[in-house]
């Protein structure tokens, strides 16, 4: 099959991986030094929550468990918005777990001392708001304080941990493209130990180059009409903005 970003080649990553891989969760995992093959999957939602509930229906459909982190602090979802809401409430009870993805630059002269502390702030609101037990942060936009691991957190495991990002082979398609190919290649190769981060928003049902993948979604923002979306039409309209949007 061809390699693309749509949710028909995506099934057939899934579905190949679990002949001969354990799909584990940052909150199951066991010792790295066994034989086993295993899959860390991984979704950082910094846009599109469309595409996550997506995604999220087809791993559950394969009987794959990932973890969805969500971005309290995105300029594209409201988290209390009612049909956010239910979409992560179907993400919960599709068995997938919950996340917290931080931006440590949303606040300003943010400390090594106060950096766990704000962390579980916005923890909690999760917690509260969808009664799960968030134990585990993904970053966006990393500084390289967080990349390197140098600020240790007591009471939450990073995706940035040692054991998920030295002991793993990471792949990620960040701006629409797999810098160490596609993971159907890495899978038949039978590379034993992988954490897949996949962003939603590059993906869907046709294949698409990212400019025109980015056009479809901010043209999706812009026809939702329900209170998760209206106040962003002001947000995408600027040309720096929009800059924000294609660096993702």
Aim: glycine share 4%; proline share 2%; aromatic share 14%.
């Amino acid at each position: 099959m061809k390699c693309n970003f749509t949710y028909a080649h995506y099934g057939y990553i899934l579905k190949n991986a679990k002949e001969s891989y354990e799909f584990i969760t940052y909150n199951n995992i066991a010792s790295l030094n066994d034989s086993k093959k295993i899959i860390l999957l991984r979704h950082d939602i910094d846009m599109d929550i469309f595409n996550a509930l997506d995604m999220a229906r087809i791993e559950n459909e394969l009987g794959i468990k990932s973890t969805y982190f969500i971005f309290l602090r995105s300029p594209f979802y409201n988290i209390f918005d009612a049909d956010v809401k239910k979409i992560i409430n179907e993400i919960i009870d599709r068995d997938h777990e919950i996340g917290l993805h931080f931006d440590e630059t949303s606040y300003e002269n943010l400390s090594f001392n106060s950096f766990e502390k704000t962390i579980k702030n916005e923890a909690e609101v999760l917690n509260k708001e969808f009664g799960v037990d968030v134990k585990v942060v993904s970053f966006h936009r990393p500084s390289d304080s967080t990349k390197e691991n140098k600020i240790k957190l007591k009471n939450f495991k990073s995706t940035y941990d040692p054991i998920f990002f030295k002991q793993i082979k990471y792949l990620s398609d960040s701006r629409q493209f797999w810098k160490f190919g596609c993971p159907c290649r890495l899978i038949a190769e039978g590379e034993r130990k992988l954490q897949i981060l996949v962003h939603p928003v590059w993906w869907g049902i046709e294949d698409m180059p990212r400019e025109k993948r980015l056009n479809a979604f901010v043209n999706k923002i812009k026809d939702k009409s329900f209170s998760g979306f209206t106040n962003h039409t002001d947000f995408i309209k600027t040309e720096k903005d929009i800059r924000k949007i294609r660096e993702a």
